[in-house]
Every structure is written in structure tokens, then in C-alpha cells.
């Protein structure tokens, strides 16, 4: 668990090379909707590594524009946020909202479900939110959405609609869900089992560091 808590940055690039390569390879075997949850599966592992490690600076981001009245920038390596919660965020959030979907792709709201997700929420909070509240054109994450999570999610939505596969109740069960999970686990119930102020698991310097290399002043942090 200490390799994985060290390097779990690193390691979704990795990860992500892997499935992507696995997929483009395998291509022929799979359901056209089983391969684009693939995908969409490895740009989420892109999509960390982006946020904390090139360009990075999302630790520090979240630390300190999103710092609960009651914290300090002496403990800003750890909370709200510390490297454990971010690995259980993160990763959780890719085995049960991204890879699930590969198992059953005929159902669709299930589907649909990463694809809303990665591309519609993380545009709306990378693309407009992160952006405005760091006065800039670019934060770490929007990268991938762009380039990533929404094509992905046009080609589904696209296929889906052209084939009669999804009923209106298929988005609204998977708006549903995916606000279910947002809010109950990855702002709440993960964040909350892992939250202390004396974390033993605080950001090393390097990934703190990056945010006012990529960012200057601009935040005004």
C-alpha cells in the first residue's frame, strides 16, 4: 500500500497507457460501446495525471481555494484534501463509475453514466469554474476533457441515439447516479473517512510546488 500511496500519480499514467493500448489492440473483440467505456476508462487515468502530476498543481489548488474556514496554509499538504483521499477519490471513482460500464453495455443509463460524467461535469468545472476562479484560460485536467472525455461521450451518445438503444429515463437515471456519487462519495463519505488535520498522509512538496510554477499569482494564493 506504501508503493501505491507513493506513486498512484504516476501509476494512472501507466495504467491509462495500458488500457488504451490493450483496447486499440483487442478493437475487433469488443461491442463498439464495451471499447468506447475502455477508452473512456484510460482518459481517466490521463485525466489524474494531468491534475497532479504534469502540469499538476490540483493539491494546492483544492487546499487552499477550497479551504474550509478552519484551515491553515501550514497544513495545506493535507487538508481538506491529503494524498490518501485523493488516491480513493480518484481510483475509486475508475473502478466503479468507468470500468463497471465494460461489463454490461447494454445498459445504457449505466453508460452513460462516466460519459455525462467526464464529459459535461468535468467540462462545466474545468472549463468554466476552475478557470474563472484562477483568472486563466488553462487548468490542469481540462486537457484530457476536452480532448478526451467529450469526444468519447459524443461518439456514445451518437451511437446510442442512431441505434434506438436509449430511452429518456436512461439519462435521468444516470444524471441521478452520477450526482449520487459526486455528492455522497467523492465530496463526502471518501473525503470525510480520510479528513484530519494531521493527516499522516500530507502531498510531498513537489506536487505543492507545482501550482505557483503553472499558476504564478494569478489565484491570488
Do not use: C
Request: net charge positive; hydrophobic share 55%; proline share 7%.
Amino acid at each position: 500500500m506504501k508503493f501505491i500511496l507513493a506513486h498512484w500519480v504516476k501509476l494512472s499514467a501507466v495504467i491509462g497507457a495500458a488500457v488504451l493500448v490493450f483496447t486499440l489492440a483487442t478493437w475487433p473483440h469488443w461491442h463498439y460501446l464495451q471499447a468506447l467505456a475502455l477508452l473512456n476508462l484510460a482518459v481517466i487515468f490521463f485525466h489524474f495525471f494531468e491534475e497532479f502530476e504534469f502540469p499538476g498543481g490540483f493539491p494546492t489548488f483544492s487546499n487552499t481555494l477550497f479551504a474550509p474556514k478552519d484551515s491553515t496554509p501550514d497544513i495545506a499538504n493535507r487538508y481538506p484534501l491529503n494524498n490518501m483521499s485523493a488516491l480513493w477519490v480518484n481510483w475509486g471513482t475508475a473502478l466503479v463509475m468507468y470500468l463497471t460500464p465494460v461489463f454490461f453495455p447494454d445498459v445504457i443509463w449505466l453508460g452513460l453514466v462516466p460519459m455525462l460524467f467526464g464529459g459535461v461535469v468535468q467540462l462545466i468545472v474545468h472549463g468554466i469554474v476552475n478557470n474563472k476562479m484562477l483568472n486563466t484560460w488553462y487548468n490542469s485536467g481540462l486537457f484530457v476533457v476536452v480532448f478526451g472525455h467529450l469526444p468519447l461521450m459524443v461518439a456514445y451518445i451518437a451511437y446510442i441515439e442512431r441505434h434506438g438503444l436509449a430511452a429518456w429515463w436512461d439519462y435521468v437515471i444516470a444524471v441521478v447516479l452520477m450526482a449520487v456519487w459526486y455528492v455522497g462519495v467523492i465530496r463526502i463519505l471518501i473525503p470525510k473517512l480520510w479528513e484530519r488535520k494531521d493527516s499522516p498522509y500530507p502531498f510531498s512538496p513537489a506536487p505543492m510546488e507545482k501550482f505557483g510554477k503553472l499558476y504564478g499569482k494569478r489565484s491570488g494564493v
